[in-house]
């Protein structure tokens, strides 16, 4: 059954581009070679500062431990730089994806 990682990371307002940039160009991809990840969304809210991070994975047993994204050199550190640093380190959540539908519309119809 595919599970699903939820993270939400405080960082220090004002680094909203920063912090999506970093994810777009550098965690997103590091992290699409992990073996049994299946989709990576994440949201953001530039007025306070968090972003949520959620990942699809294939299982429970797939599943990086720890804090992502220790799969890439280095990242961790300028991540590190872009949290608030009050807010500590962000716990990893881990739920069963019980439903999983895409809604499809007719074409043109929003």
């Given at each position: ?8 990371i405080k960082y220090q307002t004002g ?56 799969y890439v050199e280095g990242l961790a550190r ?33």
């Amino acid at each position: 059954m595919p599970v699903a990682r939820v993270r939400t990371i405080k960082y220090q307002t004002g680094h909203d581009e920063e912090i999506v940039g970093l994810y777009e160009d550098e965690i997103i991809p590091a992290a699409a070679e992990q073996p049994g990840l299946l989709q990576y969304l994440l949201f953001n809210d530039p007025e306070t500062g968090k972003v949520l991070s959620i990942t699809i994975w294939e299982s429970e047993d797939v599943v990086p431990p720890g804090d992502p994204p220790h799969y890439v050199e280095g990242l961790a550190r300028r991540l590190g730089e872009l949290r608030d640093p009050a807010a500590g380190t962000p716990p990893q959540e881990v739920f069963d994806v019980a439903v999983d539908r895409k809604i499809e519309k007719p074409h043109g119809d929003r």
